[in-house]
């Protein structure tokens, strides 16, 4: 292998990151560069082990290199890594489709593949539209979101999203959609109530808004939106793309308030966080809307070219067996009550934490912002990353969200070390202006 310094110099020479301002890449220390992982840690071409903090990005389930699903794909692999659905059919894509819909809440009963969770927003969104034309309706074009979104980086995605930061720089490509303040069903009914012949769908992150800062919507909200939804006959578009997969301590941020919606959008945790797979769930209600004759042109017009990818499907199989193996939700209970219990004692007092969202395995720390412009949430990830945990901040909002796998001895250490990382990357701060 290629020495570390050298692979880290062609990284800089070559790569542009995600959400990354490549200035400071570039001249910051040198990046960690990810060598092998085992279970819920990560390891490093140095050596250095650290906690994954926030799943790889929030899509890890079962931790890394489970044999159950490293054993599937390496089978799945044996017999073809890929081969499309447009106009062909695979057991995996079939399985997990059948898998999906049995944990899935009641009443969803078809899926359409694609391969991140962006897509599967596209296409709920466009199936939504789509729907709606086909029944004459042709005034029902527009979309409900809420404000502090996000649903994905592509453009129908950005358009449904809230967050200025990513977002308002792209408005002169977007269509434009109406924001309900979030948690608050009052001002989605007068939006309703003004624009709701005209909208054909709302789209919600059920329970959690994740990049937008893990802001908790209200017990009861959601079962209010759909209600509010179905009373003004609009359709309801649940993104369970971070939320998904027991991430909120149920398979479905939706099963804690008993909610169907018309679509639901799945990804990240689908695979178990190993390959990119996401998936648009249906009903049949909104799949016999697409059905006719070729020449009455009702097809949905959409696909991807590894839509439903073999061996992304086969992962998929096997994170969903993995739950009922390993009874994942069932041992996931006491692990949140232990975390909430941690964040209380340890992150809570802090004299530099504003507040502490917690919801299941998705944890917002809230910093008081510092008095001298400093990002001190990406301060804190650094600071975390010399005591061997990975995570990774939203502006000032410190983001935990570790393997649903976690053991009770790592989870303690992630919050120690995050606590730790804290007090020193905000220590000796000024006091924040009143
Ligand atoms: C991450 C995320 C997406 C986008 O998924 P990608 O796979 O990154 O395209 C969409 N919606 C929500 C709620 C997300 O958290």
């Not at 070219?305 to 209970?333: D, M, S, V, W």
Request: glycine share 10%.
């Amino acid at each position: 292998m290629r020495i570390p310094a050298e692979l880290a110099a062609a990284d800089r020479r070559h790569l542009w990151h995600p959400f990354t301002q490549q200035r400071s890449w570039e001249s910051d220390e040198p990046p960690i560069v990810i060598d092998h992982a085992e279970g819920t840690t990560l390891y490093d071409i140095y050596g250095n082990a650290y906690i994954d903090g926030v799943s790889s990005l929030w899509c890890n389930v079962h931790g890394h290199r489970e044999p159950a699903i490293d054993g599937a794909v390496k089978a799945q692999l044996d017999r073809v890594a890929h081969s499309t659905m447009l106009g062909l059919s695979h057991a995996p894509g079939i399985e997990l489709a059948e898998r999906l819909l049995a944990v899935a809440p009641p009443g969803l009963s078809r899926v359409f593949y694609s391969d991140s969770g962006s897509t599967a927003v596209e296409i709920a969104l466009k199936m939504a539209f789509q729907w709606w034309a086909q029944r004459g309706e042709t005034e029902r074009t527009g979309f409900i979101c809420l404000e502090n979104a996000y649903h994905g980086d592509t453009l129908g995605a950005v358009s449904v999203g809230g967050i200025d930061l990513f977002h308002s720089l792209y408005r002169p490509l977007l269509f434009d959609a109406w924001q309900a303040r979030a948690g608050d069903a009052g001002h989605l009914e007068e939006l309703l109530d003004e624009h709701g012949p005209r909208v054909a769908a709302l789209i919600i992150e059920p329970l959690v808004q994740g990049a937008g800062g893990m802001l908790m919507q209200p017990e009861g909200y959601l079962r209010r939106v759909r209600e509010l939804c179905d009373a003004h006959s609009v359709l309801l578009i649940c993104d369970e793309v971070a939320t998904g997969l027991g991430r909120t301590g149920a398979m479905f941020a939706c099963d804690h308030e008993n909610v169907t919606p018309d679509l639901m959008c799945v990804g990240k945790g689908l695979t178990g966080g190993y390959l990119p797979l996401a998936a648009t769930l249906t009903t049949e209600r909104i799949y016999d809307g697409f059905l006719g004759d070729y020449e009455d042109f009702r097809t949905f017009f959409h696909g991807h070219t590894y839509t439903g990818n073999p061996l992304a499907c086969a992962a998929g199989i096997a994170t969903l067996e993995l739950f009922e193996h390993k009874r994942t939700l069932a041992r996931l209970q006491p692990k949140i009550e232990l975390l909430t219990r941690l964040l209380t004692q340890r992150i809570g007092p802090l004299p530099a934490v504003a507040d502490v969202r917690q919801r299941g395995f998705m944890v917002g720390i809230e910093l008081i912002p510092s008095a001298d412009g400093n990002r001190v949430g990406h301060q804190v990830t650094l600071a975390a990353r010399a005591r061997g945990a990975i995570i990774r901040p939203l502006g000032d909002v410190v983001v935990l969200m570790p393997p649903l796998a976690i053991s009770d001895g790592e989870l303690r250490r992630l919050v120690t070390i995050t606590a730790s990382a804290i007090a020193e990357a905000t220590s000796g701060r000024l006091p924040a202006a009143a």
